[in-house]
T-cell receptor, first 114, second 112 residues
Framework: ETGVTQSPTHLIKTRGQQVTLRCSSQSGHNTVSWYQQALGQGPQFIFQYYREEENGRGNFPPRFSGLQFPNYSSELNVNALELDDSALYLC?????????????FGPGTRLTVL | AQSVTQLGSHVSVSEGALVLLRCNYSSSVPPYLFWYVQYPNQGLQLLLKYTSAATLVKGINGFEAEFKKSETSFHLTKPSAHMSDAAEYFCAVTNTGNQFYFGTGTSLTVIP
């Protein structure tokens, strides 16, 4: 069974640029969530996708957007990068349904904005 | 609204001593509660979860947590700390599964 994978592992961008981060969910999981984890902080929920539709969104501006594909892989896109976007971006997959289903996390993508 | 508060951003224990990491939650409906561990430069790994069955939950690596509704707490314990337990620990809450709220984390140091 393949776990959650993310690419790239590290990324350096400059302010104002755009970035796309990718995530492959664990086999059999059709729900993907994205989190931003700033240094020394807990993960902050960005949004969740279920069957290619957004299924919940945290307090992030519209320049954070996402996609989920028919194979349940997902992308996180961030436009007009700001210095404060520097963080570890985590993807988590899960089975749908109740909150009893835990989320399985990938290793993350470390984004640095200069 | 839901949230979790982790008291103590840093906890140090001696090897072999009791580990106690505190988590208090806020939720208007019965919550699902989780403890995750994060090692440096890695993602989060589930330690245990509370899903309204038994209030005392046993997890991996000898960890357990007790759900106390009257205290709105879900503290994580381990009877005897091991050097390999040194990591960052996060408590999380959800009630629907479509949005998880994490605490700010507790960094555990184990002193030999």
């Amino acid at each position: 069974e393949t776990g959650v994978t993310q690419s790239p592992t590290h990324l350096i961008k400059t302010r104002g640029q755009q970035v796309t981060l990718r995530c492959s969910s664990q086999s059999g999981h059709n729900t993907v969530s994205w989190y931003q984890q700033a240094l020394g902080q807990g993960p902050q929920f960005i949004f969740q996708y279920y069957r290619e539709e957004e299924n919940g969104r945290g307090n992030f501006p519209p320049r954070f957007s996402g996609l989920q594909f028919p194979n349940y892989s997902s992308e996180l896109n961030v436009n007009a990068l700001e210095l404060d976007d520097s963080a570890l971006y985590l993807c988590a997959s899960s089975l749908p349904g109740t909150g009893a289903n835990e989320q399985f996390f990938g290793p993350g993508t470390r984004l640095t904005v200069l | 609204a839901q949230s979790v508060t982790q008291l103590g951003s840093h906890v140090s224990v001696s090897e072999g001593a009791l580990v106690l990491l505190r988590c208090n939650y806020s939720s208007s409906v019965p919550p699902y509660l989780f403890w995750y561990v994060q090692y440096p430069n890695q993602g989060l790994q589930l330690l245990l979860k509370y899903t309204s069955a038994a209030t005392l939950v046993k997890g991996i690596n000898g960890f357990e947590a007790e759900f106390k509704k009257s205290e709105t707490s879900f503290h994580l314990t381990k009877p005897s700390a091991h050097m390999s337990d040194a990591a960052e620990y996060f408590c999380a809450v959800t009630n629907t599964g479509n949005q998880f709220y994490f605490g700010t984390g507790t960094s555990l140091t184990v002193i030999p």
